[in-house]
């Protein structure tokens, strides 16, 4: 059973810093990637910051400049650290693996965590 879980939420003013922390735990073979994701009211969930094994990184074009993924492979873990935080920034923000099990199936699966809240004051 894989289990993903965030971690590092918090209450923070403006111009504050916080740093979320996403651990994957089970049995694979290969994290292919992991990312961090949030839904604004009205909207879809987005891809805040993405992750893959091999250092490739990818942001929305909101927090570009002031949030910085990084990954701890022998760990599996991922970090979201972030800067310049604003009142728009406030979420529930959720991890998200995609594994792939075993080393003779190429199959992936996706696991979510169960979030964590960032709340942002003005």
């Known amino acids: 059973q894989v289990q993903v879980v965030e971690s590092g939420g918090g209450l923070v003013e403006a111009g504050g810093s916080l740093r979320l922390s996403c651990v994957a735990s089970g049995s694979m073979f290969r994290i292919d990637f992991m990312g961090w994701y949030r839904q604004p009211p009205g909207k879809q969930r987005e891809l805040v910051a993405g992750i893959t094994n091999g250092g490739t990184t990818n942001y929305a074009d909101s927090v570009k400049g002031r949030f910085t993924i990084s990954e701890d492979n022998p760990k599996n873990t991922v970090y979201l650290q972030m800067n310049s935080l604003k009142p728009e920034d406030t979420d529930v923000y959720y991890c998200?693996?995609?594994?792939?099990?075993?080393?003779?199936?190429?199959?992936?699966?996706?696991?979510w965590g169960q979030g964590t809240q960032v709340t942002v004051s003005s």
């Open positions: 998200k693996a995609i594994i792939q099990l075993r080393e003779s199936s190429p199959a992936k699966f996706q696991y």
